[in-house]
């Protein structure tokens, strides 16, 4: 990655460009780390770059209403980073960007950091990078390895 500080968005694309081409947790790893640096209100930027093409689909497949109470109920009994990720899009969703902020605000930063690495590889494989995603394959060996922690 480049050590020449690149704007914000830049550095967003780069990851998700770096994510999609190697489906290796790095380009994640260097993005949170980026953002880190540059601090909390670039750390939500950044988050909410990849955040928000995401939360304008359709989650499940169901109409608002719906998705919207399955986000709820796979809140409920996700693990707290899971949980995270998915209050932050009902959040988005039902309410606004200072609602979300909250929820990131009030989160332990490691909860943060795997959220972010959450929504990278999620952006990564359902919107992609100049036409190129993740396949489900190395989608599932990013969420092990970038998340759990799992060697690939």
Known sequence: MSTTP???PDVVESAVEDTVAT????AGLWLI???EQRGPEAMWAGALQLIRPLAARP???LPEHEAAAQLRVNARAANPSTALVLEIRLALGEQDE?????LWYKADPALRRTAI??????YAW???FRGAKLTAQQ??????????GQQP
């Open 6 to 8: 690149l704007p914000l």
């Open 23 to 26: 489906a290796r947790p790095d």
């Open 33 to 35: 780390g980026e953002l």
């Open 59 to 61: 989650a499940y497949g």
């Open 98 to 102: 200072e609602a979300a902020w909250e």
């Open 117 to 122: 690495m959450d929504w990278l590889i999620s």
């Open 126 to 128: 359902v919107v992609g």
């Open 139 to 148: 989608t599932v060996s990013l969420i092990r390895c970038g998340i759990q």
